[in-house]
């Protein structure tokens, strides 16, 4: 499918696009340099433990790449497989957090209880913003990537909670049959989460195709082809 035929719904100026971009890079820097200020080299041994962490690091490498070497206009496939997991692990990171593990920071006050509530809620909001200002097309065969990454990070945390005895989210400690439940329904909602955003970003492209009006079934027809390929 001809992607030339695809336009942004909105134009946006490069430059406000790029103030954004380097706004949330340095948001997202200084809450991470914060952290390591509180906890110290304590933040950097459990860095890849938490999936937390996960998302916040590969959202700032996101954020730096698209400043550095940032798409076109057009609707294009840079970054799209990068992209496509990091937004999908931010909708689980606080779909998972909110609903499952918000209970562990109440005992945490001032600062750290900031702290812990930021690093759960703006990398997702800016992450969301950045999907609908740019126009990288999300794939389906980045599915392939999200579900390695998924199971990489399952078996990262498991075996640290079997073999090492680190329990990195209370009560999961991989020796009941709630975590694996839970992890069950953390993997349904990243499918379910990942496949959403494959048919919520065709509202972001129109036909631009003055001699060929597409609309209807035709106008999603020319967004899927150029998902599916």
């Known amino acids: 499918m001809d992607v030339a035929r695809l336009s942004h719904r909105t134009r946006i100026n490069p430059k406000h696009r790029l103030y954004f971009r380097v706004f949330a890079f340095i948001c997202l820097l200084v809450q991470v340099i914060i952290k390591f200020y509180l906890h110290g080299f304590l933040f950097l041994a459990k860095l890849g433990a938490y999936l937390t962490n996960w998302g916040m690091i590969l959202s700032i490498v996101l954020f730096g790449m698209l400043i550095v070497s940032p798409p ?68 389906v065969n980045s599915l392939l990537i999200v579900m390695s990454f998924f199971v990489a990070y399952t078996l990262i945390n498991s075996s640290l909670a079997i073999f090492f005895g680190l329990v990195i989210y209370v009560p999961f400690d991989w020796r009941t049959s709630l975590t694996y439940v839970a992890f069950l329904c953390i993997l349904a909602f990243m499918v379910f989460i990942w496949s959403s955003m494959l048919y919520i970003q065709k509202v972001k492209f129109q036909e631009i195709d003055k001699s060929c009006v597409i609309v209807g079934v035709e106008q999603r027809e020319l967004v899927d082809g150029a998902i599916m390929k």
């Open 72 to 139: 076109p206009e057009e609707p294009n496939y840079k970054y799209n497989h990068l992209f496509h997991l990091v937004i999908t692990m931010q909708f689980v990171i606080v779909g998972a957090f909110w609903s499952l593990l918000s209970f562990t920071i109440r005992k945490h006050t001032g600062i750290l209880y900031i702290m812990d509530v930021t690093f759960h809620t703006v990398p997702f909001m800016l992450i969301l913003i950045e999907f609908f200002l740019n126009s990288v097309i999300l794939k």
